[in-house]
């Protein structure tokens, strides 16, 4: 089973939100990451966590995207790989995004981080015209205010797309999650209760129920 986290904008948290959901995950069933990011931050992050005695995350790595998709093709479903995409359009990206049981994107509401969202409708459309079907992708408010608390404008920009579909939950900009990847630890390991990790749970409960997980 593969979850992707992708955008081809960086910056929205992908990186984040894919460390945090993997290590939740892995209490249910054997997780992996790939890192596709050109710079490797979960790599690091899963560095970090060694040092701190924690388990390590099993962390792949590919040279090209055929091996990717040759990984994507022998896809089992009692194990979950997560992808971390890179920030940008990419033929790793374009299988990942392919390969996907279920993509999510971060977006925030500021303008630049909607327009990329503009730009990633596009990818969806071509590839969607490759492969005979219509791809989606799973939309997720992130580094949101924590002021702020109509959502309208937003969720009627999303809505309008058959590329996107809503998840309810909604990531808010929280000191503790960025001091948390920072020690190699999920959010519930840094500071369990906390508003941060709350959010999490949700985004993590949606997640593990659109993929069918018990």
């Given at each position: ?141 992130n580094n949101i205010n924590p002021a702020m608390k109509r959502f309208g404008d937003l969720i009627d920009f999303v809505c309008s797309s058959e590329h996107f579909e809503l998840l309810v939950p909604i990531l808010r900009q929280r000191v503790d999650l960025a001091h948390s990847v920072g020690e190699g630890k999920s959010i519930k390991e840094y ?24």
């Amino acid at each position: 089973m593969i979850l992707t986290l992708s955008h081809q904008k960086g910056g929205v948290g992908k990186s984040t939100i894919a460390w945090n959901l993997a290590v939740l995950f892995s209490n249910i069933i054997p997780t992996r990451i790939i890192d596709l990011d050109t710079q490797r931050s979960l790599t690091v992050t899963n560095a970090l966590r060694q040092e701190h005695r924690l388990t390590p995350i099993p962390m792949l790595h590919f040279n090209s995207a055929g091996e990717l998709a040759e990984y994507a093709a022998a896809d089992a479903e009692d194990v979950l790989t997560i992808i971390d995409s890179g920030g940008f359009d990419s033929a790793f990206n374009r299988v990942a995004i392919i390969a996907s049981d279920l993509l999510i994107t971060p977006v925030s509401d500021k303008p630049f981080d909607l327009m990329g969202l503009q730009k990633y409708e596009e990818i969806l459309k071509s590839l969607s015209e490759i492969q005979g079907e219509t791809l989606k992708t799973h939309v997720l408010f992130n580094n949101i205010n924590p002021a702020m608390k109509r959502f309208g404008d937003l969720i009627d920009f999303v809505c309008s797309s058959e590329h996107f579909e809503l998840l309810v939950p909604i990531l808010r900009q929280r000191v503790d999650l960025a001091h948390s990847v920072g020690e190699g630890k999920s959010i519930k390991e840094y500071r369990i209760f906390s508003r941060a990790d709350q959010e999490m749970d949700e985004l993590f409960n949606e997640v593990k129920s659109i993929l069918k997980f018990k």
